[in-house]
């Protein structure tokens, strides 16, 4: 499985090839993570990503432990998945 692309931080490189977007719901299905974004412009997008990325991203947020990561943003690539 191709999976999507997602950074907490702004990616310093190839920035015109990624979307600002904010996070509206996460979710776990069939063993990966599904993070639905909406760009600028109010437009859904599912990014499937694996748990540890999930992990990763989250951790590079700047929220707390017991905070949601719902309404942060996050630049994020579509690459495939389901």
Same mark, same amino acid.
């Given at each position: 499985?191709?999976?999507?692309?997602?950074?907490?931080?702004? !990616?310093?490189?190839?920035?015109d090839? +990624?979307?600002?977007? *904010?996070? *509206?719901?996460?979710?776990?299905?069939?063993?990966?993570?599904?993070? *639905?974004? %909406?760009? %600028?412009?109010?437009? !859904?997008? %599912?990014?499937?990503? *694996?748990?540890?990325?999930?992990?990763?991203?989250?951790?590079?947020?700047?929220?707390?432990?017991?905070?949601? !990561?719902?309404?942060?943003?996050? +630049?994020?690539?579509?690459?495939?998945?389901?």
């Open positions: 499985m191709d999976h999507d692309r997602i950074h907490a931080q702004e !990616p310093s490189h190839h920035r090839r +990624w979307t600002v977007g *904010t996070i *509206t719901e996460i979710a776990e299905r069939d063993g990966h993570c599904v993070v *639905t974004v %909406e760009n %600028e412009s109010g437009a !859904p997008t %599912e990014l499937v990503v *694996t748990m540890a990325i999930r992990d990763l991203f989250v951790s590079r947020l700047d929220i707390g432990d017991d905070e949601s !990561p719902v309404g942060e943003r996050v +630049w994020f690539r579509k690459r495939g998945g389901s």
